[in-house]
T-cell receptor, first 116, second 109 residues
Framework: DADVTQTPRNRITKTGKRIMLECSQT?????MYWYRQDPGLGLRLIYY???????NKGEISDGYSVSRQAQAKFSLSLESAIPNQTALYFC???????????????FGPGTRLTVL | KNEVEQSPQNLTAQEGEFITINCSYS?????LHWLQQHPGGGIVSLFM???GKKKHGRLIATINIQEKHSSLHITASHPRDSAVYIC???????????FGKGTKLTVNP
């Protein structure tokens, strides 16, 4: 089973609709991230969370919100989707304590979102 | 100018060739991350390094902190190595990654 899962994997929606992308992890990591990837651009950070009570904006947070429901779950919402939010979205996790490199990030499979 | 620059942007090789992908960065970093993105879109961590050299199978990553440069080498390349290779850095004490735009590698049989 995958350690970091994302649902849905693909979504087509219309302008103005509210969309939620969900991320779950079984790695026991404290830190979770949401990125978007656009053709010709590197991955860009939308929001990140270092624990359940901690939410931080990334470089492109406008138009997005997040919720950290539990250590294992981190959701990204688009309150009113617009076409330029069409992109590939990735969730990632990283450990803070215990074994393993504290900085290494582990990515989910991605969600391809199309806003018409 | 991007803080993380990769070269080349695109690379085509024949099976068996030795591959080098370069990453240069303009900021002080605490660690550098090499990632592989498969044609289907999934991203896999290859290496984290902050000094020296690491090797895993046919993959070798090196970093020169003074020159702000890292290289990813693939020996005896194979078509299954075809992917986008992404370099990312942690700036100083930041816990956030800054990503390069990636190098698309195609290995032909």
């Amino acid at each position: 089973d995958a350690d970091v899962t994302q649902t849905p994997r693909n979504r087509i929606t219309k302008t103005g609709k509210r969309i939620m992308l969900e991320c779950s992890q079984t790695k026991g990591h404290d830190r979770m991230y949401w990125y978007r990837q656009d053709p010709g651009l590197g991955l860009r950070l939308i929001y990140y969370s270092f624990d359940v009570k901690d939410i931080n904006k990334g470089e492109i947070s406008d138009g997005y919100s997040v919720s950290r429901q539990a250590q294992a779950k981190f959701s990204l919402s688009l309150e009113s989707a617009i076409p330029n939010q069409t992109a590939l979205y990735f969730c990632a996790t990283s450990p803070l304590t215990g074994t393993g490199n504290r900085n290494e990030q582990f990515f989910g499979p991605g969600t391809r979102l199309t806003v018409l | 100018k991007n803080e993380v620059e990769q070269s080349p942007q695109n690379l085509t090789a024949q099976e068996g060739e030795f591959i080098t992908i370069n990453c240069s960065y303009s900021v002080g970093i605490s660690a550098l991350h090499w990632l592989q993105q498969h044609p289907g879109g999934g991203i896999v961590s290859l290496f984290m390094l902050s000094s020296g050299k690491k090797k895993h199978g046919r993959l070798i990553a090196t970093i020169n902190i003074q020159e702000k440069h890292s290289s990813l080498h693939i020996t005896a390349s194979h078509p299954r190595d075809s992917a986008v290779y992404i370099c990312a850095v942690f700036q100083g004490g930041s816990e956030k990654l800054v990503f390069g735009k990636g190098t698309k590698l195609t290995v032909n049989p």
